[in-house]
């Protein structure tokens, strides 16, 4: 998105300083338009000859041809001014929308990983009774379970599962990784005996 003849981006004073240059263009053509009025009024196209065809004695001739020549040129000036002050914000809004796609193209590759990068889930908690094992271990209602000791969501069949390696690990820790809000969370459990039912609660 470089300016033609140049590698440098347009830039937003790039703009404004071809506008300055442009309201100056259209300053110099009002006063070349004045100094006409202050000819009597000749204007552009009335003529610079009398009726019988000698050049007009009421009025400065070389002035009025300059005024005339320099509107002329002006006006090609402005014309092309405009052309790249139009480019210009042409390549500004570009950029714009450029960085904004990138943006969001950015955010959605972020939020894809971050997607990716979370296990799945095989069972949820729906209920941790107070004072319990679990509830000692930290684990909370909604929790999903990604990993509990040895099974995770590759080798779980059923809750029957869980329930092994339960009996086979009472007293001893075990590591459980749950999701909890779109974010892994490691809970240390130990299966044990306590007042309620169960190893767990």
């Known amino acids: 998105m470089a300016q033609p003849g140049g590698s440098r981006p347009v830039t937003v004073s790039d703009v ?11 300053a110099q053509i009002k006063a070349c338009y004045e100094l006409l009025e202050g000819q009597k009024g ?14 007009r004695d009421d009025i400065d001739l070389y002035q009025v041809r300059t005024a005339r020549h320099n509107i002329i040129c002006l006006q090609n000036d402005h014309k092309a001014l405009m052309k790249q002050v139009e480019e210009a914000l042409h390549q500004l809004h570009a950029r714009e929308k450029e960085k904004h796609a990138r943006d969001e193209a950015e955010a959605l590759a972020e939020a894809m990983s971050q997607t990716q990068s979370l296990p799945q889930a095989f069972a949820k908690v729906n209920a941790v009774t107070p004072g319990s094992p679990a509830n000692i271990s930290g684990l909370q209602v909604d929790d999903e379970i990604v990993e509990f000791g040895s099974v995770n969501v590759n080798n779980f069949q059923n809750l029957q599962n869980i329930a092994t390696v339960v009996q086979h690990s009472e007293g001893r820790p075990l ?17 044990k005996r306590w007042a309620g039912k169960g190893l767990l609660g």
């Not at 404004?16 to 259209?26: A, F, I, Y």
């Not at 552009?44 to 019988?52: G, H, I, K, R």
């Open 42 to 55: 000749v204007g552009m196209d009335e003529p610079l000859v009398d009726a019988e065809g000698f050049p």
């Open 175 to 191: 590591s459980v990784t749950v999701l909890r809000s779109g974010k892994k969370v490691h809970v240390g459990l130990t299966p």
């Open 16 to 26: 404004q300083q071809l506008v300055k240059r442009k309201d100056e263009v259209e």
